[in-house]
Each structure stands twice: as C-alpha cells, then as structure tokens.
C-alpha cells in the first residue's frame, strides 16, 4: 500500500497508538510487589502535578507508597519507554542505511563494546558516580563510542564509507569484545556475576538521574534520525540511485548513523544490553504499516516504548520477588509474536 | 554560450584505483538527440553514464551541463538536471510502486512538506508513459523484472530533468516493452527536448533508435557518427570480435546487423 494513500489514517492510528501507551504507562505504576490501589496512583501522579497538586489529597496515602511510586516504578516506567523508543527507532533507521533487514542496534559492535567498557570499571573496581550514574554505565557509553569509532575508521576510504565493510568490521570487533569480556570473567570469577547481570541488560535500578543523563543524547538523536526520514527511504532503495535522486548520500548516513551510536550507546549505558528490540520491532511494524520512514520511524518509537514497558512489567512480577532479566521476557514473549506474523505475511504471498 | 541542456564531455580520463577505465573521452551530447553508448562487455559504458551523472567522481573541468561544471554542483541540483536509469535495480524494502515512482519528486520536495499535488500528478503522468498505471499500489517485490525496469523508467521521468541517462533501458523488456519503451524514449528527446544518452546491446536498436552513436573499446571512443557510418561490418568486426553481414533495413533505411559467428580461436576460420 502506497504512503500516500494511507498516511491520514496511519497517523490517526498512531495518535492511538500514543494514547495507549499512556495508558500502559499508568497500569504499569499500580502493579507491582507492593499494593498500591490505581485510585491512589492516580493521585499520586496528580499530587506532583503543577496546577492541579491542590486539588488532591494524599492524606490518607502512605507515604513510602508515594515514595515507591514516584522514587521507583514511575522513573523505572519513563526509561523504559525511552530506552524502547531509542532502540527501535534506530534499528529501523540503521535496516535502511545498510539496506540489511539484519541491521540492529549492536551491529556496529555498541553493544560489546559498552559491555566491555562497563566489565573493565567492574573488575578494576571504580565505584565513584559520574553524574549520578556508576562508573559502569559511563565507562560502557565510553567503551561502545571508542568501539564504533574504530569500527568507522576501518571502513573509511577517503570520505566515503562502505556499509558492507562497516557490518563486518562490527562484527568482527564485537567478537573481539565478547572474547575480552569472556577472559576478564574467568581471570575475575569474583565479579563474574556482577558483569553477567549487567550484560543482561534490566531496569532494576531506576532513578531520574540516569534519565536526565539519558535524554540529552536521546532526543537530539531521534531528532536527527526522523529529520532524515524521507532521505532514508531513497537510501535504502540504493546509494546510487540515492545520489541521482539529489540525496547527499555520504553526508545523512553520516549525521544518522553518529545518532545512532550516541542513542544507542546511551541506552545501553543506561539499562545494559537489551536485544531483540531493536530487529524485531522495527520488522513487526513494518508488516503492520509499511516500510517507508516516514510512518515506520513514528511507530517505531512509540512501539517499542509499548513493547518494552510490557516486557518489563512482566519482568517485574512473573515471579516475584525475583526479577526476571527483561532482555529474556522481550524474546520469549517477542519471537512467537513474531514468527506468526511471518508465517501468515508468507502465507498471503503464497 | 553553451547550448541549453547539452553535456559537454571533455577530455575525461577515469580510474578505479590503478586500473584506468576510460581514458581521453571527449564527446558531446545535444538536445532533441537520442545518442547511443555501445561498446563489447567491461568497453566502460556504464563508468562513463556513472561520470556523467556524478555518482562517480570525475575530475573537475571534464564534465559540464549547460557551461557548469558537474563537480560544482550539489545533489540535489544535479538530480532536478539529469535522471538515471541504472543498469541493475535491486529493492530489498517492500515499497509500492507509486512510493518509488515518488522518489523521482524528492529534489522538488522540502524537507517535512509532503507531495503536493503537482508532485502527485506527475508521477502519474510517469507512470502512464511508462505503461504502469496499473501497478501503482503492487509491492516492488512482487513484480516482474521487465515490469521492475519500467518502474525504474517511470521514476527516472518523474524527475522532470533536462537530460536522462539510461543504462541499457530494455535488455529485460520483452519485444513490445523494448519497441515502446525505445519509442518513448525517443519522443522525451523529438517532443520534449530532451538530452538523451543510452547505453544498448542490441545493435539493430541502436541503428533505429540513435541519431548518433560512440562506440567505446577498452576505454576510450574507438568510433562516432551516424548509425549508418558507425555499424558497418567492418568496425563492428574490429570492435567486437564477430563475423556478421550488415543490411539496409528496408522500411526504415537504417543498418540493420545479422551476426553471424563470433571470432573465437578454434571456431572456424577467420
Ligand atoms: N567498481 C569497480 N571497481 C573496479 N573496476 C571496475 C568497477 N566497475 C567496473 N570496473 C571495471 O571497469 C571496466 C569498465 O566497466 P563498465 O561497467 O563501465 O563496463 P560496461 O561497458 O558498462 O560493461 P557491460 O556491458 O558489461 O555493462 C571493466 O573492466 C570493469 O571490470
Ligand atoms: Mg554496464
């Protein structure tokens, strides 16, 4: 179905798609561990409201309920929505610059290499915070910036870079990391289990610390990412061609994939490394609405902000007080989903 | 003063690394002309349309459009001037049709405004001409190669530019899609004056179709002129290593090629 025909009603759908992500959002709050009614959620959240604070009473609310509320579940629910958003938002943009339906987040070896940068604060020890984060999160966003720069300067010939060589000099380096990591764990098997958790990547530390950390780099980087949306539809047909159409080729895979990395990068620093949200999201939106940028990117956002926040909620109390790492309930809930999709897309074909 | 919408090749030598690829090409292409590129396999056909369309970096002062030189252009002023067909055209994303027809507006839209309704009816305008109308919702994978081709035509006159380039237009097209394809491309030039260069294999249609032809060997231009100076048997034998007789078709007075055999050692005589 042509763009044309169908965007009124596509951003019509995203509006509610929007709102019930909102919604999702609010439900997330009220469950939990702790029992806290929706009512007094909702007054919680308005209490902290500039204008309407007055209007509501909270007197007969405890207040570690208003504490875990607005302390833990509400920032938990706020990263991650941002974390899902960023991730796929740039998997769907990086499918398109590499024209590779494989293409996710990881790929320029940013996932291994935040994994590496935050395994080597972990073993030697650094616990200072930076900016209200640990010192984990920001020698990660360290390690996965240097890894993608490397990886960037391998594939350079002259001004131009080559996504195929860019795919394989990610790989490669990602391997490498994952090797390092790998002996670090068995030089250090006292931190093995800290470096093993936060490669799963999980939301259990909240705080809005790291979400005004995380929002400088995120939402400059969307910004960028959706500025090129339309550039990214001609690329993704072909660089040559894209370059005859009047699309400065070299220059917006540039500007997109350093957003990429620097969002990516982010989240990962922020939450560890959470796969699968970035390659399937993308895909499952695009047999839902179509493959060109200007809607996909849009929903991505807002579908892997959904997405994530319901696999997080699930994280929280499948089996409680356990908390299961998110990165598991994303493939074990997403796969399925996903291959059904696939099987009936194929079964439409046939 | 430069003809308006002619281009000027100049002396262009082109190298991919070390191995030099075209080499002293001077030629010069007018509007209302339909020129043909011909040239044997690897001869740097399409290293000369990639020159001349910018998606290869020629040196500065070699190429020019109405008097500018190409290297002093951008993109996106270089795409409203020449539109290309490539030679090959793989989609991996699942666009429509009419998405990709849409494409060929991209140098006139801004950046957040969306299709207006000129961009709209000139791609349908586009897709008429180029016999498509009726595949503007398919999904680009599930239609055929010549089809595919026709798309990628349609884009390319969707650009509204002054100069198209085709790199071997109908070599998938069958013989109605490749006579009506050739037609059109013919009418872009008589009607609407524009510059019109196509690399072709098939000599016949080249002899029907071009007004004028270079035949490039190895690089550089082995001979011009008129199809009926140029597709003698004696230089298509030195240029592409074959045995053939050369007619005068009939109804339309052009060459008209019959191969015979190629030259290869060990097929026969010589
Ligand atoms: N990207 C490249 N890198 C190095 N050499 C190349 C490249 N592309 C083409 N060549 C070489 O340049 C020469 C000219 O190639 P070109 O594609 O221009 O030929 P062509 O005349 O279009 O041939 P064909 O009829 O097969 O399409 C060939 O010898 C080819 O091997
Ligand atoms: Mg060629």
Redesign the interface.
């Known amino acids: 179905m042509s763009y044309l025909a169908k965007r009124k009603f596509y951003y019509s759908i995203l509006l509610i798609s929007v709102i019930v992500l909102l919604l999702l959002g609010i439900f997330s709050l009220f469950v939990g561990t702790a029992n806290i009614g929706f009512l007094d959620v909702c007054r919680i959240l308005a209490s902290k409201l500039p204008g309407i604070q007055k209007l509501v009473s909270t007197d007969n609310i405890r207040g570690s309920s208003a504490d875990i509320i607005i302390k833990l579940r509400l920032p938990r629910a706020v990263l991650v929505i941002l974390v899902g958003s960023g991730l796929a938002a740039v998997g769907a943009a990086m499918q398109s610059v590499f024209r590779n339906p494989m293409a996710e987040p990881g790929i320029l070896g940013l996932s291994s290499g935040a994994g590496l940068g935050a395994t080597i604060a972990i073993v030697i020890g650094l616990d200072k915070t930076v900016l209200g984060l640990s010192a984990a999160a920001a020698s990660a966003f360290i390690g996965a910036i240097a890894t993608v720069f490397i990886v960037y300067n391998i594939s350079r010939t002259g001004h131009r870079i080559s996504p195929t060589v860019l795919i394989l000099a990610g790989t490669a380096i990602s391997f490498m990391n994952s090797a390092v990591i790998q002996l670090i764990m068995i030089f250090r098997r006292d931190r093995m289990d800290y470096i093993i958790m936060w490669t799963m990547g999980s939301f259990s530390s909240p705080s809005w610390n790291k979400i005004a950390v995380l929002l400088p780099f995120l939402l400059p980087g969307l910004a960028v990412i959706l500025f090129h949306a339309r550039d990214l539809n001609i690329i993704s047909t072909g660089e040559e061609t894209a370059k005859t159409l009047g699309v400065e080729v070299e220059r917006t895979k540039k500007f997109v994939l350093a957003s990429c990395s620097i969002v990516t990068a982010a989240c990962v620093a922020t939450s560890g490394i959470i796969g699968f949200v970035g390659l399937i999201i993308p895909h499952l939106l695009r047999l839902l609405v179509g493959t060109d940028q200007r809607v996909l990117l849009p929903f991505s956002i807002v579908g892997g902000a959904a997405f994530l926040l319901v696999c997080d909620t699930l994280a929280r109390v499948a089996a409680p007080p356990a908390e299961i790492p998110v990165g598991a309930i994303t493939a074990v809930f997403g796969s399925p989903f996903f291959i059904a999709l696939l099987i009936k897309g194929k079964r439409s074909v046939m | 003063m430069e003809a308006k919408n002619a281009v000027d090749v100049k002396n262009l030598d082109f190298s991919y690394g070390d191995r030099k690829v075209l080499e002293e090409i001077c030629a010069r292409f007018h509007p209302g002309m339909v020129c043909g590129l011909l040239g044997p396999n690897g001869s740097g056909k399409t290293t000369l349309l ?1 020159n001349i ?3 290869l970096k020629p040196q500065k002062n070699t190429v020019y459009i109405n008097g500018t030189d190409i290297t002093d252009m ?3 002023e ?3 001037e ?3 067909v ?1 030679q090959n ?12 027809v ?3 507006r ?2 006139y ?1 801004k ?1 957040f405004s ?2 207006s309704e000129e961009d ?1 009816e000139t791609a349908q305008w586009a897709m008429r001409i180029a016999g498509i109308e009726d595949l ?2 398919r999904s680009i994978k ?1 239609i055929s190669g010549g089809e595919l081709q026709r798309v990628i035509i349609a884009r390319a006159l969707a ?1 509204r530019s002054n100069i198209i380039l085709l790199d071997e237009p109908v070599s998938q097209l069958d013989i109605y899609h490749q006579l009506s394809i050739m037609e059109t491309v013919r009418t872009l030039a008589y009607e609407y004056g524009m510059t019109v260069v196509t690399v072709l294999h098939d000599l016949n249609l080249a002899a029907e179709f071009c007004d004028y032809i270079y035949l490039l060997k190895d690089g550089v231009i082995a001979y011009s002129g008129k199809p009926k100076d140029v597709l003698t048997y004696e230089i298509i034998e030195e240029v592409y290593k074959i045995v053939c007789l050369v007619y005068e078709n009939p109804a339309s007075k052009k060459p008209h090629i019959v191969p015979v055999r190629s030259m290869q050692e060990g097929n026969g005589s010589c």
């Not at chain 2, 055209?89 to 990709?100: A, R, W």
Request: no cysteine; proline share 5%.
């Open positions: 990639k369309a910018a998606i951008t993109a996106n270089l795409a409203r020449i539109s290309v490539p055209t793989y989609i991996e994303f699942d666009f429509s049709v009419q998405d990709i849409m494409m060929g991209a140098p839209i950046r969306s299709e709209i503007a919702e599930n650009q």
